[in-house]
């Protein structure tokens, strides 16, 4: 693997970033590597991608979710971002443990819809939030639905409306009385066998 990830080629240095394990040298080599789809590898297949990579990842246009997902993602340093001009590091502040219910709740009118949206599935809204949220755009209630800060009743019937039955049904929240009422006419919807 270190001669391989010294390669002039860049296809083979892509190709080793991928794997899932690889030797501290060989990380630090590739993390390096001028090429961003070798970076972007490294970020999303190995294990051991150092934290700086992983932010520098997050912090481009693509590949920001793989890198969020890593285990050695640094969240502590996010919050920095929750003035930035740029909407896609602001939204990257909501990430951090030291985020608050009010940065939620100040994202939720941002003027960026992507940060809007991000905001509405925050489950550090207030209910009341949550409920305004539903009559903003489609992508923000879409989002808003799957918070599991949405009031049960109003869950509930949006469950029952055929605009905002899928999206609602995502949301973490139902009541598994409901869930088994959902099973139920489903089944009971679905024809007999043969």
Known sequence: MRRLARSASIGIRR?????????????????????????????SCCEEAPAELLLEVALRRTARFLALNHPNFPRHPLLRFADDPDPLRRRLALESPESTP??????????????RVRAAADP?????????????TPQTRRAALGNPQLPIPALV???RDAHTAEAAAANPAIPTTVVRQLIELSCAAEPPPG
Do not use: I, K, M
Request: hydrophobic share 40%; proline share 8%.
């Open 15 to 43: 190709t080793v970033a991928r794997a899932r394990h690889l030797p501290p040298d060989v990380v630090d080599r590739l993390s390096r590597d001028p090429d961003t789809h070798v970076s972007y590898n490294l970020a």
């Open 157 to 159: 019937r949006l469950l």
């Open 102 to 115: 009010g940065l939620a709740e100040r994202f939720v009118d941002d003027p960026d819809e992507r940060v």
């Open 124 to 136: 550090r809204l207030s209910p009341a939030t949550v409920l305004r949220l539903l009559d903003s």
